[in-house]
């Protein structure tokens, strides 16, 4: 997604955008070239992370980039970024924490606490849909 698209959705359509391609994805986005599984802002398979769905998927550079947002957002990339990832960092961080977690149970658990963390946005449906247990979405570090 382009910064310009990015910059013109509310923070609330940011987090449904993010956890609608989500859930369409079916899968985490992993780094395929390593000996241990490791998530990725994007990968050669089109598959993103939580943030790598409002992130600019043709520049190489930022979908590769090989650290938690924190240091993204103070790279030579922020300018490149949209907006709310850098004021709205805690919330980000949280959502790449959701994407990250190792089995359902867990994602569950950090759902419920952005719920409280940040009650000024909705989670909706297809976020507890991504962590239900027939979810096949935090089966990607479990190698199925």
């Not at 449904?16 to 992993?30: H, P, R």
């Not at 980000?92 to 950090?110: E, I, Y």
Request: include cysteine; proline fraction near 3%.
């Amino acid at each position: 997604m382009l910064k310009e698209i990015a910059d013109q959705m509310s923070l609330q359509e940011q987090v449904n955008y993010i956890g609608c391609m989500l859930l369409n994805q079916g899968k985490q986005a992993l780094r395929k070239a390593t000996i241990l599984p490791a998530c990725t802002y994007g990968n050669c398979d089109g598959e993103h992370c939580a943030i790598g769905w409002l992130l600019d998927e043709t520049n190489a550079e930022i979908m590769d980039y090989s650290g938690p947002i924190e240091s993204l957002v103070k790279s030579e990339h922020v300018e490149l970024l949209p907006k709310t990832l850098v004021s709205e960092i805690k919330l980000f961080n949280d959502l790449q924490q959701f994407h990250d977690a190792r089995s359902p149970g867990v994602a569950r658990q950090v759902l419920e606490n952005m719920r409280q963390r940040h009650s000024q946005i909705i989670f909706n449906k297809e976020w507890d849909e991504l962590c239900t247990p027939s979810s096949k979405f935090f089966n990607s570090f479990q190698g199925k």
